[in-house]
């Protein structure tokens, strides 16, 4: 089975710019997260989605920050202006929410270095 | 909000010991509680899982306690192995996988040969 798919799996590019995270959730999954990694602040939950709607959004940092999640097979996380301090792994996750309340489990992540 | 602590940062044992990693957390209505595995480079990979209606669980040389009491919970492994080098993170939430996860600042564990 495939699991969660993100794209691309480095960016590298110069202040200011927009980036665009994109993620497929595994198939039949209905929550999807996005997390931030850094040595300084470790995993943080940044948003995450229950049946393609934002549930929670307290732990996007700025105003740049923005996710979209159209339909339940597509994710986006955008950064819009970038700066160096966004640097940092990007991963998406997904899981079977309900009753049964299955575990998260992550993608590859973006490796993104802001210049 | 919730907010997980883990100790130690850094663990090293000889190959063949057992490895404990402790975390606790903050809010009592937190649930559950799982333990991922991150090797260099690569995505977080969950290990085990507990719930809060449950006091141990096991999975071959891997085990994790829970006290709801004391607010905490330990990651136990036995007769580690060279590939059990990793570093480990606790986490918890209010509504299982579906809800977001709170994560502890990592173990690194350095199994000595």
């Known amino acids: 089975d495939a699991g969660v798919i993100q794209s691309p799996r480095h960016e590298v590019t110069e202040m200011g710019q927009e980036v665009t995270l994109r993620c497929k959730p595994i198939?039949?999954?209905?929550?999807l997260f996005w997390y931030r990694q850094t040595m300084m602040r470790g995993l943080e939950l940044l948003i995450y989605?229950?049946?393609?709607?934002?549930?929670?959004d307290s732990g996007m940092p700025e105003d740049r920050f923005s996710a979209k999640m159209p339909n339940a097979s597509f994710s986006t996380l955008k950064i819009q202006p970038s700066e160096p301090r966004d640097s940092a792994v990007y991963f998406c996750?997904?899981?079977?929410?309900?009753?049964?309340?299955?575990?998260?489990?992550f993608g590859d992540g973006t490796r993104l270095s802001i210049l | 909000g919730e907010n997980v602590e883990q100790h130690p940062s850094t663990l090293s044992v000889q190959e063949g010991d057992s490895a404990v990693i402790k975390c606790t957390y903050s809010?009592?209505?937190?649930?559950?509680f799982p333990w991922y595995k991150q090797e260099l480079g690569k995505r977080p990979q969950l290990i085990i899982d507990?719930?809060?209606?449950?006091g141990e669980k096991k999975d071959q040389r891997i085990a994790v306690t829970l006290n709801k009491t004391a607010k905490h919970f330990s990651l136990h492994i036995t007769e580690t192995q060279p590939e059990d080098s990793a570093v480990y993170f606790c986490?918890?939430?209010?509504?299982?996988?579906?809800?977001?996860?709170?994560f502890g600042k990592g173990t690194h564990l350095i199994i000595q040969p």
């Open positions: 989605f229950n049946n393609n709607v934002p549930i929670d």
């Open positions: 507990i719930r809060s209606n449950v």
């Open positions: 996750a997904s899981s079977f929410g309900g009753n049964s309340n299955q575990p998260q489990h």
């Open positions: 986490a918890a939430s209010m509504r299982g996988g579906a809800d977001g996860l709170t």
């Open positions: 198939s039949g999954h209905n929550s």
């Open positions: 809010d009592s209505a937190s649930n559950y």
